[in-house]
């Protein structure tokens, strides 16, 4: 179905919560585990949800859940700012899609990600509660509307923050992008009751409540770019580099396996040529960078010298031409296509996300080498 208001959405509820039926929403639909896949009613927020306002000369953005994100990009581009999350799917994903998954993106780290971007959410709770959570009075409407939840909420935190040892642990499994369930930083990082729950709200997929406006607080976009394709003999090779570059200030650091590169050869007109002569071992890099253009000079020079004592498949070629840069990023979108139609008949392609510190990238990709290999040994990973 297709509601075009919240009374609408509230009204679904009040129907599912009388008649035992269950609802699941559907925005963009990009996302590839079944989120909004549904054996009951389903909820399309796309048609009658679009829409946006820019405030404070581009430093926020108010947008409705069905807005998709690369029209917010390029509304906030014409003021010099852009969003933290970057999916591959932002031409197709949308703003609600984006906050109830907690997208980051190929160049979005951490601290951009929607969780810390998020400024303020209108959300519709099961029950028919509206808050709109940057009104003045918001904090004692949620606590008088839904005081169990509000009171649970509390006690959750309280039981949390009694246990130093979990709040440890929580911490530090936010200190690397961490999707799965729901945010328990929200516990730490808030103290009232809808503080805590807006936080829960990104990235709980639509199980807890009906997002109907989100505000982000945007980000500067430093306009120049500059990317570069690092190839080399091996992916423990290219992994090893990672570290470095993510130092230097890197915008992305993407890793592709050589087989994925020699496929895209065909397939993307003005890829390198020498991808099609690629050991299967080989792997490479694409790095990105952003800012002035001294600021960009700089960074080229100081890859050139992080990279100095490892063995190039070929030299590196950096380009600041915005139709090769969308080339190569269009290469990397396309990548699960590309070992979708690599796997071998028979197979799955595994298409999670696994996080690891930058510092500890290469171990991780060892190990994993290691996990998926046909036959791993009895001791891989430890």
């Given at each position: ?12 509820f ?61 509304v ?21 899609g ?8 190929m ?106 406006e ?77 800012g ?5 000079d ?58 690891f ?26």
């Amino acid at each position: 179905m297709q509601p075009q208001d919240a009374g609408d959405v509230a009204a679904v509820f009040d129907y599912c919560r009388r008649t035992g039926r269950h609802a699941t929403f559907r925005s963009g639909g990009t996302s590839l585990n079944g989120q909004s896949q549904s054996d009951d009613i389903l909820i399309d927020v796309r048609r009658h949800w679009a829409g946006m306002t820019v405030e404070n000369d581009g430093a926020r953005l108010r947008a409705r859940p069905g807005t998709i994100l690369s029209h917010a990009s390029a509304v906030l581009a014409r003021y010099g700012r852009r969003l933290g999350p970057d999916p591959a799917s932002a031409d197709v994903a949308t703003i609600g899609g984006v906050v109830a998954n907690n997208a980051g993106g190929m160049r979005c780290s951490l601290p951009r990600s929607a969780y810390h971007c998020v400024a303020g959410i209108t959300f519709v709770l099961p029950s028919g509660t509206t808050i709109n959570t940057e009104s003045p009075d918001a904090e004692s409407s949620f606590r008088k509307a839904e005081p169990e939840l509000a009171d649970g909420l509390l006690a959750l935190r309280a039981e949390i923050l009694a246990d130093e040892e979990l709040v440890e642990r929580i911490g530090h499994k936010y200190t690397i992008r961490n999707t799965t369930g729901y945010a328990l930083n929200a516990f730490l990082d808030a103290e009232t009751p809808l503080e805590i729950f807006r936080r829960l709200l990104v990235g709980s997929e639509g199980t807890l409540a009906f997002m109907a406006e989100v505000v982000f607080d945007t980000l500067p976009d430093p306009g120049l770019t500059t990317v570069t394709w690092i190839a080399t003999e091996s992916i423990d090779a290219s992994a090893r580099l990672v570290p470095a570059l993510v130092d230097l200030g890197a915008e992305a650091v993407e890793l592709m396996m050589a087989p994925a590169l020699t496929e895209a050869a065909k397939a993307y007109p003005g890829a390198p040529s020498y991808w099609h002569t690629l050991d299967p071992k080989a792997a490479a890099l694409l790095v990105e960078f952003r800012g002035e253009a001294d600021a960009l000079d700089d960074a080229e020079q100081r890859v050139r010298e992080v990279v100095a004592d490892t063995t190039l498949l070929y030299p590196i070629e950096f380009t600041r031409d915005e139709e090769l840069i969308e080339c190569n990023w269009r290469v990397r979108e396309g990548l699960l296509g590309i070992v979708g139609h690599l796997r071998p008949e028979g197979s799955a392609v595994v298409n999670e996300d696994v996080c690891f510190p930058p510092a500890r990238i290469a171990d991780g990709a060892h190990d994993l080498q290691l996990l998926l290999s046909p036959d791993p040994p009895a001791d891989a990973c430890g």
